[in-house]
């Protein structure tokens, strides 16, 4: 049991960068009092805003919904702390395809952050309550029971929408249905199988995991919720083969050919058939595209122009990085990732200008002066094509 609030703040860093879990020390007022250095800083009051005290002293623990992710409150009286919320957790683990403008949380950020850190938002995933369950015991000193955990979720008449309470149930079902890890296993399985080029082997064990009853439907029809299911799977196997230097044109393509294909299968055996197809179809990829490039090259020069947004980049500056002859560079990279480094650099600042634009004060040409273009007309020149608006467009939206 903690002691001391010297020591429950020592531990908000660790926790968060070992579990993901971000924790709040919050007053009688529910007033932010302390978060990880690590983690996004938020509105004073947005807690204040969220819930209301009584709320949390009606439970030992007390589970609350809110923009999209979900937050675990419960009392902890030590020296002006009061309450301690574990959160926010988001429903899903964001992806490019997400857009900040989307996530009303991010209105209540009051420190600036890059679109990468966006991406980087905790998540659900099947080990969610454990971690849970075992910060809570650091914390108070005390085992917290699963069922307490799940019974104590908020089921109040202000709950606006159904699908809320259904994200909720949805921490504890993950958790408790032992299928999961076993699913889990086998995902990163099939998909060490597909790059490793060997869609033998990742057809089995995807047969095995169709065999698995793990008694949950994600839709009434149970052929409908297979296709859902493997459309999940298509998912997978085009982040897979992106990972180990398929282009991303390539990869979205397939996905796109076989998520059709998927939706007009009729039988269960149809269905069977096509995933094996396109794991077979996947792995080819890989063995066209995976020895023309090392992937450490291509990482390098991602991180960098991720991490110098703010700068000046040049093809020499990745040259020397990477220790390549400019001009193969330039053209070895375009054939990785079917993009050009320059669309690339324009591709990320454009992102980080969206990302600016709709949770920053800074007027547009001072997004424009911080991600180093040119002009404040190149700035809008590059933005439409790659958004088809104009940044003074996109903020009125």
């Not at 403008?101 to 850190?117: A, K, M």
């Not at 995807?206 to 859902?228: C, F, I, T, W």
């Not at 020149?381 to 939206?397: A, D, I, L």
Request: net charge neutral; glycine share 2%; proline share 4%.
């Amino acid at each position: 049991m903690i002691q001391t609030k010297h020591e429950l703040i020592q531990l908000l860093n660790p926790i968060y960068n070992h579990f993901q879990l971000p924790i709040f020390l919050l007053s009688k007022e529910l007033l932010i009092i302390e978060s990880p250095h690590s983690f996004l800083k938020l509105e004073e009051h947005y807690f204040q805003d969220m819930i209301q005290e009584n709320h949390i002293n009606d439970y030992q623990t007390y589970m609350h919904f809110y923009h999209d992710a979900s937050f675990l409150f419960f009392p902890y009286s030590l020296e002006n702390i009061s309450y301690i919320c574990i959160g926010p957790i988001f429903n899903k683990k964001l992806t490019p395809q997400d857009k900040p403008s989307e996530y009303p949380f991010l209105n209540h950020v009051i420190s600036q952050y890059t679109i990468d850190d966006f991406f980087s938002l905790p998540y659900v995933h099947y080990k969610t309550v454990d971690f849970l369950l075992f910060v809570y015991q650091i914390i108070t000193g005390e085992i917290l029971d699963a069922n307490v955990l799940k019974k104590n979720y908020k089921k109040s008449s202000s709950l606006p929408l159904k699908q809320e309470e259904s994200m909720q149930n949805e921490i504890f079902v993950i958790r408790e249905n032992p299928l999961h890890d076993f699913s889990y296993s086998y995902e990163k399985k099939i998909m060490n199988s597909i790059q490793q080029e060997n869609s033998t082997q990742a057809r089995i064990l995807m047969n095995e995991l169709m065999q698995m009853k793990d008694g949950r439907e994600l839709a009434p029809n149970h052929l409908v919720s297979m296709k859902y299911k493997l459309v999940a799977a298509v998912t997978l196997f085009t982040r897979c083969v992106i990972d180990v230097g398929v282009p991303i044109a390539k990869a979205y393509t397939l996905s796109d050919v076989y998520i059709n294909k998927l939706d007009q299968c009729r039988t269960g055996q149809e269905l069977h058939k096509m995933i094996s197809d396109a794991i077979v179809d996947f792995t080819n990829l890989v063995k066209r595209y995976k020895h023309i490039q090392n992937p450490y090259w291509v990482k390098s020069c991602k991180n960098y122009i991720s991490q110098h947004l703010h700068e000046n980049m040049t093809l020499n500056d990745l040259s020397q990085l990477t220790g390549m002859n400019p001009s193969y560079l330039s053209t070895q990279f375009k054939k990785v990732t079917g993009q050009s480094i320059k669309q690339y650099i324009n591709e990320k600042k454009v992102q980080e200008a969206q990302f600016l634009i709709k949770n920053s004060s800074y007027t547009l040409a001072e997004i424009s002066d911080i991600l180093q273009f040119s002009s404040q007309s190149h700035f809008n020149k590059v933005f439409k094509e790659r958004t088809g608006k104009t940044p003074t467009q996109y903020k009125n939206t």
